[in-house]
């Protein structure tokens, strides 16, 4: 109970450097593994992030962690994240493997309320997000999408399901069609 409030100065001298240090470490590799990094997050996206936030504080406060293994901790796992990503854009089954698929939840007027059960969203939500958008009612809607970042995104208008190219990777309800 003696050093709840102060331990010793090399102790506060020790935090305040290895904390810049590995904070500047920490952006230099975020800079170098590129814009990925820092995106809108998906799941895997949002582990690597909560990763980074952890490693960091364990070696800003930790005395038993050296900044060498801190910086080298911060290495694997953008390294890490460096390589699935890479592979999920080139091998079919590791993107569907650390990513999920945009869901429809509404489409030319119809709710579909199994998918709105299934990803959790309400129809406040819905109607939220059409009011940011400044509609004043669904009808005016073509389709609204949870993209896998967890944003809703609406789509106006669509002419035909043809020229609606940008829906042909979002996951359908079960007995659904798009026409």
Do not use: C
């Not at 592979?87 to 698929?101: E, I, P, W």
């Not at 509609?135 to 043809?162: H, R, Y």
């Amino acid at each position: 109970m003696d050093n709840i409030f102060f331990d010793s100065w090399e102790s506060v001298i020790r935090t305040f450097l290895i904390t810049i240090m590995a904070y500047v470490g920490l952006v230099v590799l975020l800079r170098v593994y590129g814009k990925r990094s820092l995106s809108k997050m998906n799941a895997f996206d949002f582990i690597v992030t909560v990763a980074l936030g952890s490693s960091l504080s364990t070696v800003a406060l930790n005395k038993n962690v050296a900044l060498v293994d801190g910086l080298l901790a911060f290495f694997l796992l953008l390294l890490l994240q460096y390589l699935i990503t890479w592979l999920s854009v080139r091998v079919k089954m590791v993107k569907k493997l650390v990513t999920s698929q945009p869901s429809l939840l509404l489409y030319k007027g119809e709710l579909f309320e199994q998918a709105m059960k299934k990803e959790r969203i309400t129809i406040e939500e819905i109607h939220s997000v059409a009011r940011e958008n400044g509609f004043q009612n669904l009808q005016s809607v073509d389709a609204i999408i949870l993209e896998t970042t967890g944003d809703i995104v609406i789509i106006p208008k669509i002419d035909s399901a043809e020229t609606a190219s940008t829906l042909e990777d979002v996951q359908v309800p079960d007995g659904k069609t798009i026409k």
